[in-house]
């Protein structure tokens, strides 16, 4: 059976990494984004691979989503839900219900209805395999950032459950919990995080990494090659797991 692969978020950093890995190997691949401008700059880099704007947290945008993909190359054979959003970095009491909702809607629900879009044509073909993106947050737990991980949370159960729902079609269903990932957004936090704490970036990066097993970063391509893995015969037996890439994160500050 050809491989013919969806990737969420895929117009950059991991998501981009593995669309291109995909490609690379002869799969087809059709990505989503919400960045008009990098799925723009990624298709014409790959002109192999289809692509269509959306807002996976937006239910329409869903299903522009799978109908595109499927006319692009048919059933989708591999789901990779990579798309998440950080949500407020707030106060559990101070998180508003916008915030709380767009978390949600977004990583937890847009997850729900990619998977909803796809399975049924996998349990009619009795072959698919799913692969979610959560945290390694949901291990350590981390103060003010309740809404992002309550939503990677209920992700995992997302995972497990459909493992267990999906099984007996031949349809795997598992996630990944990154750690700190060397790419723009992670950066991004490093250099809020040294603004509003006085620290130089430096100090805030060796603050995070002493509390990594491995003391290093994850890149893109660990995670790719992780779920180029789960996608692979080589997983046939490999469901309802969570699988850390991360270096073993101990704590976040």
């Known amino acids: 059976m050809s491989v013919k692969v969806i990737v969420t978020g895929g117009a950059d950093s991991v998501g981009r990494v593995i669309a291109e890995e995909f490609l690379r190997r002869g799969a087809r691949v059709h990505i989503c984004d919400v960045r008009g401008d990098a799925l723009r700059e990624t298709l014409a880099a790959n002109p192999e691979m289809t692509g269509t704007l959306a807002n996976v947290g937006n239910g329409d945008d869903v299903l522009k989503v799978i109908y595109e993909s499927q ?3 048919g059933d989708a054979t591999i789901l990779v839900n990579n798309v998440g959003i950080a949500g407020p970095r707030a106060a559990l009491e101070d998180i ?3 915030d709380w909702q767009q978390t949600m809607d977004i990583n937890l629900g847009g997850m729900f209805r990619l998977m909803r879009g796809v399975v049924p044509a996998m349990k009619r073909n009795r072959h698919g395999v799913i692969i979610n993106f959560s945290t390694g947050s949901t291990r350590t737990r981390l103060p003010m950032r309740t809404a992002y991980v309550v ?3 209920a992700v995992e159960s997302l995972t497990l459950n459909a493992a267990r729902e999906l099984g007996p079609f031949n349809v795997r269903c598992n996630a990944i919990l990154p750690g700190m ?10 250099a809020r995080i040294a603004e509003e704490s006085g620290r130089s970036v430096a100090q805030v990066e060796e603050d995070y990494l002493k509390y990594i097993s491995l003391r290093s ?4 391509q660990d995670l790719a090659q992780t779920v180029l893995f789960l996608a692979s015969d080589a997983a046939s037996k490999i469901t309802g797991e969570l699988l850390a890439v991360s270096g073993n994160v101990e704590w976040e500050i």
């Open 151 to 153: 939503s990677k949370a």
């Open 96 to 98: 508003s219900d916008a």
């Open 181 to 190: 990932i060397d790419n723009d957004r992670m950066k991004g936090i490093v």
């Open 217 to 220: 970063k994850v890149q893109p």
């Open 71 to 73: 006319r692009a190359f």
